[in-house]
């Protein structure tokens, strides 16, 4: 008999928000209304409306405390000790796509100090329209190296897939390691579809990243 396990597994984390209304309710009032009165995105590039880049007003902290017992919750179900104190970082920013708008691959691990973990809040989805985050095979590259071009299609399908993609619903929340690559296709729809990011940096509480703040 062969059995079949799995090594290093990458995890990512799905959970429906219990306060998706509010915050969603939160975004329509107080963020939307900025963003429609402008002539077009501020990321041109991107065909993109997110505060991650110059033009506009950046989420405030109350923003990251709307997922302060989400976190916790997260913490305990992804085997952090809790018999020990952890200090959480998060860092909020909101990504507005219309039709044309997508996101290059990327990952979120930034300089030092790193954050350890990042999120996706499905703020405004339509599952109907829009697609969800793709995420990216870390380790492709080295199938690639070892898979001749005549038989890859033959080969297992673990050989085969480059990327990853979730499903999600509007209100979910995907939590997942800051050096996984990530992007969003190319938007077809109409439709606005609204994201919120986070970047969680966890550690303990006397370390000069949290004392500082």
């Known amino acids: 008999m062969i059995i079949k396990t799995s090594a290093f597994e990458i995890p990512i984390y799905k959970t429906s928000l219990q306060n998706h209304k509010e915050i969603k309710e939160k975004f329509l009032k107080e963020i939307m209304p900025t963003l429609e009165n402008l002539p077009g995105p501020n990321n041109i590039g991107l065909n993109l409306y997110s505060d991650y880049f110059e033009g506009l007003e950046k989420l405030g902290p109350e923003w990251a405390d709307l997922y302060s017992e989400t976190t916790l919750k997260f913490l305990k179900k992804a085997g952090f000790n809790q018999n020990k104190k952890w200090a959480v970082d998060l860092d909020t920013w909101y990504n507005v796509g219309i039709k044309g708008s997508f996101q290059e691959e990327h990952d979120h691990m930034g300089g030092f100090p790193g954050c350890q973990y990042s999120a996706i809040h499905f703020l405004i989805y339509n599952d109907k329209e829009h697609e969800p985050t793709r995420f990216y095979n870390p380790i492709h590259h080295t199938y690639l ?69």
């Open 145 to 213: 190296r070892n898979m001749h071009p005549c038989n890859g299609e033959d080969m297992p399908i673990d050989w085969q897939n480059p990327h990853y993609t979730p499903s999600v619903t509007e209100g979910d929340l995907l939590i997942f390691p800051s050096y996984l690559h990530h992007s969003v296709p190319y938007q077809k729809s109409s439709e606005i579809r609204a994201t919120i990011a986070l970047n969680l940096t966890i550690g303990n509480p006397n370390e000069f990243i949290f004392k500082s703040k």
